[in-house]
């Protein structure tokens, strides 16, 4: 064939590939693709209309939201907790 006489490609410093750190990155860009992938796609199909009956009144809200603000009631409570709990058993 015609190309097979070329002299193989290298990078000047004569390292073959990518060295760790071009690794890292890309693994690490491939990984937040993947992150916010699967999140759009969540959003996506939790964007639908329910009803949510509080105490005193009801409301048509959009589940994504239904799903975010119970998890960050989750993680204040559960913050607000530990710390209680932490406080109680240092005294002893």
């Given at each position: 064939?015609a190309?097979?006489d070329?002299?193989?490609?290298r990078?000047p410093d004569g ?19 993947l992150?916010?992938?699967i999140l ?10 329910v ?6 009144f ?14 960050v009631?989750?993680?204040?409570a559960g913050g607000v ?12």
């Amino acid at each position: 064939m015609a190309g097979d006489d070329l002299p193989e490609r290298r990078p000047p410093d004569g390292r073959d590939g990518l060295d760790e750190r071009q690794v890292r990155q890309l693994a690490l860009i491939g990984a937040l693709v993947l992150v916010v992938s699967i999140l759009l796609i969540f959003v996506i199909e939790n964007s639908d209309e329910v009803r949510v009956s509080f105490v005193f009144f009801s409301a048509d809200v959009s589940l994504i939201w239904v799903i975010v603000m119970s998890a960050v009631v989750g993680a204040v409570a559960g913050g607000v907790v530990g710390r209680l709990v932490r406080r109680r058993f240092s005294k002893d």
